[in-house]
C-alpha cells in the first residue's frame, strides 16, 4: 500500500502522534500513501501508535521520534532530520493538546495559563519556526492546525484554554502570511490552515460513557479524513483559512 494513496510520495510529519488523534491521523496518512514520522514527548505511547498504524496499514512508512517540541533546538533538529532522512518533508499536523478550565471566569487559576501556553503556543511556535523552510520547498508544503471553536467564542471557564488557541490560531496566520508572500503573483504553493473542532471524540471515550451524547464532537477518525483531504485542495484555497469540522459558534 505504501506510496500508491493520494498521498504517494509526501512526508509527513505529525507532532503529538500518541494520543487518540494521533494514532488516527498516523493510520490515515500511511492508508493514503504518504511517508509518516510521528513525535511524541512519551516513547511508549509513541512507539505503540507507530507499530499500530504500520501494522495496519500493511507496508506503508511510519517511524517514530522521540522529541521535546518545548526544546527549539531539538525540534529545529527533528525538521533537519526528516529532510535529511527522507529528501523532503511536505506536512506538519499538529496535534499537540491538553485542556484546563475552570468553574468560573473568577476562578481561574494562571497557573492554568503557564501550562497551555507551553502545550497549545509554545509547540506551534517551535513546530513552525523549524518547519517552514522545508514546507516552502515543498510543491504541497502543508502546516494544519487543530483548534477549537471556543477560540472564537470564549465561556467564563475556558478563558485560558481559549486564550491559547487563539493565540496558536494567529501565529498560525502569521506563517500562512508568509507562504503567501513567498508565493508572489502566482499564489501560495504551500499552506498553513487551521481545522476547527468543538471537541474531539473517540472508541474509548464512548465505551467509557455509552450514553453520552457527544453532541458536535467530532471523531478522531473524521477528523483524519479531513486532515489528508487538505493536501486535496489548493495551497491558495485552505492557506490561512479555518475549515470548521463543526458549527460555526
Known amino acids: ?44 505511547r509513541l512507539s505503540e501508535a507507530v507499530d499500530a498504524a504500520r501494522y ?42 491538553g485542556w484546563r478550565g475552570s468553574e468560573t471566569f473568577t476562578r481561574t487559576s494562571l497557573d492554568d495559563w503557564d501550562f497551555l501556553e507551553l502545550l497549545l503556543i509554545r509547540t506551534v511556535q517551535h513546530t513552525s519556526l523549524a518547519f517552514h523552510e522545508a514546507l516552502q520547498r515543498s510543491s504541497r508544503g502543508r502546516y494544519v492546525l487543530i483548534s477549537a471553536a471556543g477560540a472564537s467564542k470564549p465561556t467564563a471557564g475556558n478563558a485560558a484554554y481559549a486564550a491559547a488557541k487563539a493565540a496558536a490560531e494567529a ?23 487551521i481545522l476547527v473542532v468543538k471537541a474531539l471524540v473517540h472508541d474509548a ?34 492557506n490561512g483559512n479555518r475549515l470548521w469540522l463543526t458549527e460555526k459558534p
Open 56 to 97: 495496519a496499514a500493511g507496508g506503508a512508512t511510519v517511524t517514530g521520534d522521540t522529541v521535546d517540541l518545548l526544546d527549539l533546538k531539538a525540534t529545529h533538529e527533528w525538521a533537519a532530520s526528516i529532510e535529511r532522512n527522507f529528501g523532503r518533508v511536505d506536512g506538519l499536523v499538529h496535534l499537540v493538546g
Open 205 to 238: 471515550m464512548r465505551a467509557e460513557r455509552p450514553h453520552a451524547k457527544f453532541a458536535g464532537f467530532t471523531d478522531v477518525k473524521d477528523l483524519a479524513d479531513a486532515i489528508v483531504d487538505v493536501w486535496n485542495k489548493p495551497a491558495a484555497e485552505v
Open 171 to 193: 501565529w498560525t496566520l502569521a506563517m500562512a502570511d508568509y507562504f503567501r508572500k513567498a508565493g508572489g503573483p502566482d499564489g501560495p504553493t504551500s499552506a498553513a490552515t
Open 1 to 44: 500500500m505504501a506510496g500508491n494513496g493520494a498521498l504517494g510520495g509526501a512526508v509527513i510529519a505529525v507532532a503529538g502522534a500518541g494520543g487518540p488523534a494521533g494514532r488516527a491521523t498516523l493510520l490515515r496518512l500511511a492508508e493514503a500513501g504518504a511517508t509518516v514520522v510521528g513525535a511524541d514527548n512519551d516513547a511508549q
